[in-house]
């Protein structure tokens, strides 16, 4: 009689659904992107979903003597955008492009990808839509999506909130790689156009839309028939494979991956301190959605560079006998391409220099 009590007991017991984990909603999630990750398969990653841990083979990929470079990032505060327009299908492109950008700067081929998902409770359509830019993401970037984890945690996040984070893994052959002791006088840089505002400066942004009291669903005063949310999540640009080409050419002797801390933190990092280098402003063409930004926030021109891209968002440091071999390369593949600047040993001013403010 006492053992029934018991058993009874724990038939009406607490389950993890109780307390807001849905384990078959988890399962239901990796049956419904194992199809997304199979479609990013490539030569040293054949493995699919559902293991403990996630494979690469650098020697079936063809490397000798690598060099593996890894990156991490998220997307930020532009989430925010996602939750509060519905639009969930373009921030995985943003977390595979603000990774995959980061390692193509040193060299380096984006191999694989792993994506983290946290959430307060799962929606398997949403979280399956994240993936589906994911997947997107690293089909434009040539990287497997080998793997990932998602987790339930109700009470760490309201209902329909999410987070992102994003993990890749790149190589490079040893003899090729770049850290920023190529980059030297003389070098001319090169800019490749962005798509908008790409994943930085949204807390900036969110902060101009709410004092001109305008919500994501309004009209875009730059993009003609988008609301401000749909022209705002017009995903970060990859530039991975472009890169990768140009690099062939020979005469690419760095990268920049333009960020957040816009210019004048982020094309520092490629060069030593005893360089310095020049950037015209006038040398490509202002898009609408920075003209815009400025104007309604009324942000001097020199907080907009250290906050944004303004336009472009790519650096390339090139040999000046190769520069117009790279821009011919880089535009046969549907580039725009701006010579915006160029490299000189360092006086006593700054690391950047901005011409025509």
């Known amino acids: 009689m006492e053992d029934t009590i018991a058993t009874d007991q724990k038939k009406n017991g607490l389950t993890y659904r109780d307390a807001g984990v849905d384990i078959d909603a988890g399962n239901d999630l990796v049956n419904a992107i194992k199809p997304l990750a199979r479609a990013t398969r490539r030569p040293g990653a054949d493995s699919s979903l559902g293991g403990f841990g996630g494979l690469f083979d650098p020697k079936a990929a063809g490397y000798k003597d690598p060099v593996m470079v890894a990156a991490t990032d998220g997307v930020g505060t532009k989430l925010k955008l996602a939750l509060e327009t519905g639009i969930h299908n373009t921030v995985g492109i943003d977390l595979v492009a603000m990774c995959v950008n980061d390692l193509v700067v040193q060299g380096a081929e984006p191999l694989i990808f792993l994506d983290y998902f946290a959430c307060g409770k799962l929606s398997v359509e949403v979280a399956r839509d994240v993936v589906a830019g994911i997947a997107d993401g690293c089909g434009q970037a040539g990287c497997a999506l080998i793997g990932g984890e998602t987790a339930e945690m109700p009470g760490m996040y309201g209902d329909g909130d999410y987070d992102l984070a994003g993990f890749s893994v790149g190589a490079v052959e040893r003899d090729s790689l770049l850290d920023g002791s190529q980059v030297k006088p003389g070098n001319v840089l090169l800019g490749l156009a962005s798509s908008g505002v790409h994943s930085n400066g949204f807390s900036l942004v969110r902060k101009i839309l709410e004092t001109n009291d305008l919500g994501f669903g309004d009209a875009a005063p730059f993009a003609e028939g988008k609301t401000l949310g749909e022209a705002l999540l017009e995903p970060t640009r990859i530039y991975v494979k472009q890169s990768l080409a140009a690099l062939k050419t020979g005469g690419v002797n760095g990268f920049c991956h333009i960020t957040g801390g816009g210019f004048y933190e982020n094309l520092p990092r490629v060069y030593g301190e005893d360089l310095a280098c020049s950037v015209d402003v006038d040398s490509w063409p202002s898009l609408p959605v920075f003209d815009w930004l400025a104007q309604a926030g009324n942000i001097a ?29 880089l535009e046969d593949a549907g580039e725009s391409v701006y010579r915006i600047g160029e490299m000189h040993e360092r006086q006593d001013g700054p690391a950047v220099h901005i011409r025509g403010l």
Request: hydrophobic share 50%; proline share 0%; aromatic share 6%.
């Open 301 to 329: 021109a020199t907080e907009m560079l250290r906050t944004f891209n303004c336009g472009i968002g790519m650096v390339l440091f090139v040999e000046a006998d190769k520069a117009d071999e790279i821009t011919a390369a």
